[in-house]
């Protein structure tokens, strides 16, 4: 009930606004979360890159960009949360107004440019507010740098201690050039140097990359055989798309930027199944692009993720959508006759 009021007044307000609301809001943590804490069936509970997950329900990056609210996330019944995307110094990122919700397609279309506040800042918040699940921090350059392996060093010399894994942003559509790390020597450098790093560690962390689902099948197989070969700890799959607005309804199906939401999940399920038989169940997936439900949750998991992320559907069904995808998602395994949700991963590329 208290929702549905906030909500419809949020949904009059320019989504930007209204995020920066939503976050202030969960930074009070004044909202009655201890009393509907959220426990997953134990059916949810699952071991991937050596971290124990209570349930596989995760909170995309760029949500809690600067790392303000994760612990009250982790009361709305996420498995996970992935702060970020960070960047060494801070920035502001592209002119406003840049993000639009598409009603009429359940998607978001956003070309932020990382605004964020820098990776000192952030640092010094996390350390000073100990997470009380698993977190994730999500890198990436500042503009200038973009196709720099520089600023990853940066951020990963001083993230790595405090975060359960962190995720290399390759794949932002709204940071000119970024993608082009997707190329098979640039990424294949990027990799050395943080695989370099992190032998100097005793305490391993997962380094995991988040891809962009704009790629064909010789890239998808590129990539797939250099993440073989260097045996990375996993990688999420999808950033948002540039392609396919044509085929939208909404009237700010136009607006510049990456599309998020409904009309990304075949896009992102179509990636994972490819990447998943490539890797013959080496490499784990986080699976994400339109995760709104335990029919969309539990199809993902059959494509072959191990994990899952949402952010979109957060933005249109409200902050218990991940308390809500548990139950489905556990009712949807029991009925197949499933003791646990990793019996399911990847059931769909047979
Ligand atoms: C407003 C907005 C901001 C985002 N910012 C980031 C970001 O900073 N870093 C990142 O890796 N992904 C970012 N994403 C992408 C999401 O993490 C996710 O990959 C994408 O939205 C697909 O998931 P969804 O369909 O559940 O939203 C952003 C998405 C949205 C909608």
Same mark, same amino acid.
């Given at each position: 009930m208290l929702y549905q009021i906030l909500n419809s007044f949020l949904k009059q307000t320019d989504p930007e606004t209204a995020h920066e609301y939503a976050i202030k809001f969960l930074k009070q943590?004044?909202? $009655?979360f201890d009393f509907f804490k959220f426990t997953a069936d134990p059916s949810l509970k699952i071991k991937v890159f050596g971290v124990d997950f209570d349930n596989p329900i995760g909170l995309a990056a760029g949500f809690d960009k600067n790392a303000e609210v994760y612990n009250s996330i982790f009361k709305l019944g996420f498995g996970f949360s992935e702060v970020g995307t960070i960047t060494p110094e801070p920035q502001n990122g %592209?002119?406003?107004?840049r993000v639009f919700r598409l009603n009429a397609d359940q998607a978001i279309i956003n070309s #932020?440019?990382?605004p964020n506040d820098g990776m000192n800042k952030v640092y010094e918040r996390i350390k000073n507010n100990p997470k009380k699940s698993i977190l994730g921090i999500n890198i990436g350059p500042n503009k200038e740098n973009a196709t720099k392996e520089d600023d990853y060093l940066r951020c990963i010399e001083k993230f790595y201690p405090l975060a359960d894994y962190i995720t290399i942003n390759?794949?932002? $559509? %709204?940071?000119? %050039? #970024?993608?082009? #790390?997707?190329?098979k020597k640039k990424i294949l450098d990027l990799i050395n140097i943080l695989q370099k790093f992190k032998?100097?560690?005793?305490e391993k962390k997962a380094i995991i990359f988040k891809l962009s689902p704009n790629l064909n099948n010789s890239e998808i197989n590129d990539l797939s055989e250099i993440f073989l070969e260097k045996k990375i700890d996993g990688i999420v799959l999808t950033n948002t798309t540039i392609e396919g607005k044509e085929l939208l309804e909404d009237e700010n199906k136009n607006k510049e930027g990456g599309l998020s939401g409904y009309p990304l999940n075949q896009v992102s399920n179509q990636i994972i199944k490819k990447f998943y038989i490539n890797f013959k169940k080496t490499i784990p997936i986080i699976g994400v692009g339109g995760v709104s439900d335990g029919v969309t949750a539990y199809e993902k998991i059959k494509c072959g993720a191990s994990l899952l992320q949402l952010y979109t559907a957060m933005v249109f069904k409200g902050p218990y959508v991940a308390s809500k995808i548990n139950k489905e998602l556990s009712n949807l395994i029991k009925k197949d006759g499933l003791k646990n949700i990793s019996e399911a991963i990847g059931v769909n590329t047979n």
């Open positions: 943590d004044i909202i $009655p %592209n002119p406003k107004p #932020l440019g990382f390759i794949s932002s $559509p %709204n940071t000119p %050039n #970024l993608r082009n #790390l997707h190329d032998n100097n560690f005793k």
